[in-house]
């Protein structure tokens, strides 16, 4: 099946959006999916993506920037505290840790730091890991080497959406699959199969 330009059509519970196909490398293309400053998605998401998590996790984490607004209104809604690893080393930081993660979006290596305070807060707690998307699962695996490295157990790893074999991970909990794009010569784009549909 191809997909033509300029957008691709999205729905998840009822909401419905026009998301711009991106080419991130001479290979590849993304559905953008941004929900940063889209109010009505995140909290339509939000609380479905918390009702998968387990009761007993203790506090929510995620990586900033576009997990913030998703994991503030899960915390909201589940009364629980959360804490963000940042993708900068900030002045205020006291004996952060830090973990190297290569985002799909980025196409770059990144470090991400916690920031010593927020290593206490969850240090011997239950902590579900949350993401806008999982793709290579890059990202939330530097959220759980942190998590661990400061002594907390990760109890759940969510995203809103998976792609490509992350769709097949059961250690993940998300609400729909997404694709990933070929962008053809003609201007379509095709979606790229998981190497387990191959």
């Known amino acids: ?19 711009p196909f991106v080419k991130i490398k001479e290979d590849m293309a993304l559905a953008s999916f941004c929900i940063v400053s889209d109010t009505e998605l995140v909290t339509t998401v939000a609380p ?14 995620t ?3 576009k997990g913030i607004i998703l994991t503030y209104e899960m915390s909201r809604i589940m009364g ?14 006291q004996n952060p840790l830090e973990a190297v993660v290569y985002s799909i979006t980025t196409q770059a290596k990144q470090t991400l730091y916690l920031d010593g305070m927020d290593v206490e807060k969850i240090r011997g707690k239950r902590v579900a890991l949350i993401d806008d998307v999982i793709a290579t699962g890059e990202s939330i695996a530097a959220l759980e080497k942190l998590a661990e490295a400061a002594g907390a ?21 998300y609400l729909k699959e997404h694709y990933v794009f070929t962008p053809n010569e003609d201007g379509t784009f095709t979606p790229i199969e998981s190497e387990k549909k191959k």
């Open 1 to 19: 099946m191809r997909y033509n330009p300029p957008y691709f059509d999205f729905e998840i519970y009822g909401v419905k959006r026009k998301l």
């Open 153 to 173: 157990t990760v109890a759940a790893k969510a995203a809103v959406l998976a792609e490509l074999d992350s769709v097949y991970r059961d250690d993940i909990v």
């Open 48 to 61: 479905h993506l918390a009702a998968k998590l387990p009761q007993d996790v203790d506090i929510l984490m």
């Open 63 to 65: 990586a900033e920037a």
């Open 80 to 93: 629980k505290e959360f804490v963000v690893a940042r993708k900068s080393r900030k002045p205020y930081m």
